[in-house]
Structure formats: C-alpha cells, structure tokens
C-alpha cells in the first residue's frame, strides 16, 4: 500500500501529516475532506472532526511533537506543539489517551501563530 497523506490547514498554517496504518488514520482519510475551527490549549491546536471512533488499546495521552492524535472524548484531532496545562516538565499532555494516528511533515510549532476559532480544512493529498 502506498504511504497515504492528508493535509491539515488551520488559519495560515498547513501541516502535511503521513498516515499510520491504523483504524483511526483510516477513517479520518475516509471522511475527508471536511471543515471545523481551532480551538487552542496551551501548546496545542484541537478541532472537532465527522467521525466517532473509540480508543484504540495503544493510545497514549504524552505525544512527541509531530505525533498527530484522535482525542475519542472529543471527536477532535489533537495536536500537541509544546506544554499544555496538565503537562509535567519537558512533555506535551493531552487531556487523555489519544490515538495515534500520523506523522507531521515539517515542523508542528508553526501552529503557535493559530488563534482560536481559525478555520480549519483537512483534505487528502
């Protein structure tokens, strides 16, 4: 299978994320493209998607910037650029276990310039 990506515009901001082979990056191909707006917490960008999916058995709530995650509380993509509020020293902490999902190409601290309620795209590359 060919290395699938989907392309993430929030504001001025666009983020090219490479897929994982997992239920939640599939799903997420499948329903783009789709719109939504930025919310922002701490050092992370978070917007609502289409799609309900569960937690899958790996997810974690401590990211790597880059690291693009499904947060299932919320139906939202999260992606994590620095601290949020919960963060411990030196870690980026989501609100809780998100999936993973794919990979940022190129680098996810641009997304400090987002405001909240910038527009959002997600579309297939």
Known sequence: MSLRE????????TLRVALLDTPTAAALHDAAPFESAANCWGDEVYFGTPVSLPRE?????????GEIAYWPEGDAIAIAFGATPISRAGESRLASPCNIWGRAIGDVRALAAVSP???VRVERA
């Not at 989907?6 to 901001?13: C, E, F, Q, S």
């Not at 058995?57 to 990211?63: E, G, K, N, S, T």
């Open 6 to 13: 989907l392309v993430i515009t929030v504001g001025g901001v």
């Open 117 to 119: 309620g910038a527009p």
């Open 57 to 65: 058995p790996d997810a974690r709530d401590v990211v790597t910037p």
